[in-house]
């Protein structure tokens, strides 16, 4: 029992002893690895320093970031809606512009009685719309399509044309033959105002004439006295002479038809007065054409044809030419109506509405 008992004694030191080394091996393996746990926990706290720093750098830095993007997009907003309020302002100027030309063409339209003013506002406003190319103005230049359309379909009066045609005629009054007066046959021949028949009835007079004085004097034969010489030349002297006289004669009398026997009561002092009552109607018409009042501009044009056909001779080609210039006033001098840019206005008031 006592061996028994030793031997387990020893057994029992020697486990005792080996537990023991154990335990401080595992000791020494316990310090060792607290230790590389102290390491590593410092080190961990160190790299968690160094990731919260990083972390709040990170922070401030995505804070001005979102600080600078939200500032961007502002700049980026304001940049649109200026430039929206810009392309408005542009569209806004435009009608105005078209707007206030298509105005003030109307109205001198309406004050000169031509159309011309508002055709040429109505065309420009049409090729800048087209330049500018604006969807939101589409309907404004279609509107003015149409406009530009129906103003050149309606007929227009030019008054400045037919004034400047009335005042042609007023100053070829007092070169107008009349009637009553007759004109020399030279001075006939001398201007370009008579008709071709008148200039060949005046010119064969003298021609005739002098032709069979030429060809008698071409036909006589030369005297053989010694005088011959000078009675030859005194012969065509007296011949000369002669056919000269006869020609005067013959324009002392000159046979004029007259259809209109009034034109005959007219005495020859009398034609300053006739031609000045001429031009008074003249001018009166004109007045009346300036003023837009056409029916007595027509009234007065009448009388001056009347008088024109009645008292002056027709036979001249000036004469043809004024009556048919004032025939031309006749024609034209009448009331238009022009029509008005209606469709335009009312586009730009609903484009400028924002309709």
């Known amino acids: 029992m006592a061996v028994l008992l030793t031997a387990l004694a020893a057994g029992a030191l020697a486990l005792a002893y080996s537990a023991q080394q154990r335990v401080k091996v595992l000791e020494a393996e316990l310090v060792r690895r607290q230790q590389d746990t102290t390491l590593a926990a410092g080190e961990a706290r160190a790299l968690a320093r160094q990731a919260e720093t990083a972390s709040r750098e990170v922070a401030a830095k995505m804070a001005l970031l979102e600080a600078r993007v939200a500032e961007t997009a502002m700049h980026r907003s304001q940049f649109e809606d200026l430039l929206q309020s810009m392309a408005r302002s542009r569209d806004e100027n435009v009608l105005a512009d078209v707007e206030a030309a298509v105005r003030v063409a109307q109205q001198q339209s309406a004050i000169t009685g031509s159309a011309e003013p508002l055709l040429l506002v109505l065309r420009q406003a049409e090729e800048r719309l087209a330049r500018y190319a604006q969807p939101r103005l589409e309907r404004v230049r279609r509107a003015i399509a149409q406009d530009l359309e129906r103003t050149r379909a309606a007929g227009s009066?030019?008054?400045?044309?037919?004034?400047?045609?009335?005042?042609?005629?007023?100053?070829?009054?007092?070169?107008?033959?009349?009637?009553?007066?007759?004109?020399?046959?030279?001075?006939?021949?001398?201007?370009?105002?008579?008709?071709?028949?008148?200039?060949?009835?005046?010119?064969?007079?003298?021609?005739?004439?002098?032709?069979?004085?030429?060809?008698?004097?071409?036909?006589?034969?030369?005297?053989?006295?010694?005088?011959?010489?000078?009675?030859?030349?005194?012969?065509?002297?007296?011949?000369?002479?002669?056919?000269?006289?006869?020609?005067?004669?013959?324009?002392?009398?000159r046979v004029t038809r007259i259809d209109d026997p009034q034109a005959m009561f007219i005495a020859p002092e009398q034609a300053y007065f006739l031609r000045e009552n001429v031009k008074l109607r003249l001018l009166n018409a004109r007045l009346a054409l300036l003023s837009r009042q056409f029916d007595v501009a027509q009234s007065d044009l009448r009388a001056s044809q009347a008088a024109l056909e009645r008292y002056f001779d027709r036979s001249v080609r000036r004469t043809t030419v004024a009556m048919e210039a004032l025939r031309q006033v006749i024609v034209q001098a009448r009331t238009v109506t022009l029509p008005r840019p209606d469709a335009t206005l009312a586009a730009i008031a609903a484009a400028s509405a924002g309709r």
């Open 157 to 253: 009066t030019d008054l400045s044309v037919l004034a400047s045609r009335l005042d042609d005629v007023m100053r070829q009054i007092d070169e107008l033959p009349l009637l009553v007066v007759p004109q020399h046959p030279a001075a006939r021949r001398s201007t370009a105002s008579v008709s071709p028949a008148a200039e060949a009835g005046t010119g064969a007079a003298p021609a005739a004439a002098s032709a069979p004085a030429a060809a008698k004097a071409a036909s006589t034969p030369a005297p053989a006295e010694p005088g011959g010489e000078l009675i030859g030349s005194l012969r065509q002297a007296w011949q000369r002479l002669t056919a000269q006289a006869w020609n005067e004669t013959r324009a002392l009398l």
